[in-house]
């Protein structure tokens, strides 16, 4: 099966500092998705990236594509409280999503 | 436009029993695909039904079975319960295999 590894596992902030998890993988993706998951809750759908490059903003998120198409990286500008979750990048499958460890983020007020 | 829906929220079981779990998808959503998720894990794929059929299986093991319903509802279905499937069941509906997927709040199965 698809196999990414994300970075870090765990990351504590201080609000209004900047936070970034990536997402790499071992092989060429044809699109990736991200996933956030609040504590107690489900995993709510982000963003989808597919072209080479792709460099998408929603408000103070920022996701980025690679040029090879094999990494993925999300950026948070001045983090808020809100934001605590886990982080998770999904590459596809044949018909299904994969989902690593995610990245959980604490902020810290 | 009504999101997923499952039930029940909460379940305990004891080891060795059977337990039926459902789901709604989004209105408009023709496939649907079921998740484990352990404590501090990432979800992992249990199987995808499109249409009604079994489009697509991850490593689980046949006594985990399902149903896709003609108004696109599904059940998960788990049988012979280990300690192990103590976990959070989350499914998932989209529009297009493939495509994002809007899950819901998922059940909470404890197994003693």
């Known amino acids: 099966g698809q196999q990414v590894m994300q970075i870090p596992q765990y990351q504590h902030v201080q609000e209004g500092e900047d936070f970034t998890t990536y997402c790499n993988s071992s092989t060429t993706l044809s699109n990736i998705q991200w996933y956030k998951q609040r504590p107690g809750g489900h995993p709510v759908f982000l963003i989808q990236?597919?072209?080479?490059?792709e460099v998408k903003k929603q408000k103070r998120l920022t996701f980025q594509f690679g040029e090879a198409k094999k990494n993925s990286s999300l950026h948070i500008t001045a983090t808020q409280t809100t934001d605590v979750g886990t982080y998770f990048c999904?590459?596809?499958?044949?018909?299904?999503?994969?989902f690593g460890t995610g990245t959980r983020l604490t902020v810290i007020p | 436009e009504t999101g997923v829906t499952q039930s029940p929220t909460h379940l305990i079981k004891t080891r060795g029993q059977q337990v039926t779990l459902r789901c709604s998808s989004q209105s408009g959503h023709n496939t649907v695909s079921w998740y484990q998720q352990a404590l501090g894990q990432g979800p992992q794929f249990i199987f995808q039904?499109?249409?009604?059929?079994?489009?697509g299986r991850g490593n689980f093991p046949p006594r985990f079975s399902g149903l896709q319903f003609p108004n696109y509802s599904s059940e998960l279905n788990v049988n012979a319960l280990e300690l192990d499937d103590s976990a959070l069941y989350l499914c998932?509906?989209?529009?297009?295999?493939?495509?994002?997927?809007?899950f819901g709040p998922g059940t909470r199965l404890t197994v003693l």
């Open positions: 039904y499109y249409r009604e059929e079994e489009n």
């Open positions: 990236l597919v072209k080479s490059g």
């Open positions: 999904a590459p596809p499958g044949a018909n299904n999503l994969f």
């Open positions: 998932a509906s989209s529009p297009v295999v493939g495509n994002e997927q809007f």
